[in-house]
């Protein structure tokens, strides 16, 4: 199985701040990563995939990045709204794994 | 417009059964990648299984043998059977749907969530 380390666990910001969330793959798993949020009581909501391509109707203010095992998602000027858990999922062999979630708390 | 939603959850036995039903409107089942993935209280999420248009299926280890995924074409639902629960089974049960692109699929449409809680 294909383990996604996920980095921070937590983290605390400010409105306006950029913040970077990480995850690392156990192999090459090409570009097949997606990104979701998820806020308390909530479904999922997909956000990213193909690592960098957003998701339509989401806001650019969502940047995904990387290949191969490194990859990260970085939120510009984060919002009220943003606050949230973040998870990031493998998707290029089964067992489809996922990250950890990183909980970007407001500080 | 995609939409999911789940019912069948509730309390059960450990050891006991449960099937849970995803009603999909705006697209159709058959023609789809659908998945379950599942998420315990205060945990993250467990991808669970998948049916292909094709009808392949695919399943986590940790529910191999113990649930099943399928469809009713005619209903255009999407069904997973649960039997021989455990108390770690417990979790919020997501339908999902894939979202084709020009080189894969990647999980871009989930319902809202049933709750499962296996307890005696």
């Known amino acids: 199985d294909i383990q996604m380390a996920q980095s921070p666990s937590s983290l605390s910001a400010s409105v306006g701040d950029r913040v970077s969330i990480t995850c690392r793959a156990s192999q090459d798993i090409s570009n097949s990563l997606a990104w979701f949020q998820q806020k308390p009581g909530k479904a999922p909501k997909s956000l990213i995939y193909?690592?960098?391509s957003l998701q339509s109707g989401v806001p650019s203010k969502f940047r995904g990045s990387g290949s191969g095992t490194d990859f990260t998602l970085t939120i510009s000027s984060l919002q009220p709204e943003d606050f949230a858990t973040y998870y990031c999922q493998q998707y290029n062999s089964y067992p489809l794994t996922f990250g950890g979630g990183t909980k970007v708390e407001i500080k | 417009e995609v939409q999911l939603v789940e019912s069948g959850g509730g309390l059960v036995q450990p050891g006991g059964s449960l099937r849970l039903s995803c009603a999909a409107s705006?697209?159709?089942?058959?023609?789809?990648?659908m998945s379950w993935v599942r998420q315990g209280p205060g945990k993250g999420l467990e991808w669970v299984s998948v049916?292909?248009?094709?009808?392949?299926?695919y399943y986590a280890d940790s529910v191999k043998g113990r649930f099943t995924i399928s469809r009713d074409n005619s209903k255009n639902t999407l069904y997973l059977q649960m039997s021989s629960l455990r108390v770690e089974d417990t979790a919020v049960y997501y339908c999902?749907?894939?979202?084709?692109?020009?080189?894969?699929?990647?999980?871009?449409?989930w319902g809202q969530g049933t709750l499962v809680t296996v307890s005696s």
């Open positions: 049916i292909y248009s094709d009808g392949s299926k």
């Open positions: 705006g697209f159709t089942v058959s023609g789809n990648y």
């Open positions: 999902a749907r894939d979202r084709p692109y020009t080189s894969g699929w990647y999980v871009g449409y």
């Open positions: 193909a690592a960098s």
